[in-house]
């Protein structure tokens, strides 16, 4: 009985695992794997990592896991929930344009975003 118990029960996800011995790696892994949205994360090298399709700067401050953003940092745990479903978002976004542009992504985006209006404003002249 206990063993069909345990096999019908949902395993525990792992969503991350640090590099051991590296602090903020160790600290990042704890966020992530407690933190309730399921976007991408790697470690791209030390303190530096791909959050969905943003590049994040982590590190510890006052024993205390923080990440830059612009000219300052912010918690993790303020971080996460900010920008978490923002980068959902984004990559959902990019797979329906995916999959409604046969994997080619819409031609009006390669350049800046506001390449488009700019372009409005000046063939009006």
Do not use: H
Not at 16 to 32: H, L, N, R, S, T
Not at 54 to 82: H, Q, S, Y
Not at 98 to 125: E, L, Q, V
């Amino acid at each position: 009985m206990e063993d069909e118990e345990r096999r019908n029960r949902p395993k525990p996800r792992i969503k991350y695992v640090p590099i051991k011995g590296d602090k903020v790696d160790e600290k990042m892994a704890v966020y992530i794997n407690n933190f309730d949205l399921d976007v991408p994360i790697q470690r791209i090298g030390d303190g530096q990592y791909m959050f969905g399709s943003r590049k994040i700067f982590a590190k510890i401050m006052n024993e205390k896991l923080v990440i830059r953003v612009g000219g300052g940092f912010m918690l993790i745990d303020e971080f996460l929930p900010t920008y978490g479903q923002q980068e959902l978002d984004k990559l959902d976004a990019q797979e329906a344009a995916k999959s409604s542009f046969g994997g080619a992504g819409s031609p009006a985006r390669r350049g800046s975003p506001n390449s488009s209006a700019m372009w409005a404003k000046t063939a009006g002249r």
